[in-house]
């Protein structure tokens, strides 16, 4: 079963860049989308981006031009840069992957492994 593991979040000033990290282990997700979303206090889990297997990317409104979501499979890790962070970027970032390589698939029902967690602090 595929086990997925967050790191790099942080506290960044507003206009900074962070990079986070996701990690499988226990198998791969190589051939499969992989996803990060993000969910702020009170709010719903949002999408924000994900990754084919190929390579092709597919990204919300609200961080296009912003953020870039990059793979590398040798290394079982999906990247999300994140520039120009606002305020409002404010959120627990997960990542998730589930049983399909088509990024049209962008509603948190459709993926059935998910990481912990990241939490991400853009102060203003």
Known sequence: QVQLAESGG?????GGSLRVSCVASGGTFGNYV????????????????????SGSTNYANS????????RDNAKNTVYLQMNSLKPEDTAVYY?????????IY??????????????VTVSS
């Open 34 to 53: 992989v996803g990060w979303w993000r969910q702020g206090r009170g709010k719903e889990r949002e999408f924000v981006a994900n990754i084919g297997r």
């Open 95 to 103: 990542c998730s992957t589930g049983p399909f390589s088509d990024i």
């Open 106 to 119: 962008t509603r948190v029902s459709e993926y059935n492994y998910w990481g912990q967690g990241t939490q």
């Open 63 to 70: 961080v296009k031009g912003r953020f870039t979501i990059s």
């Open 10 to 14: 942080g506290l960044v000033q507003a």
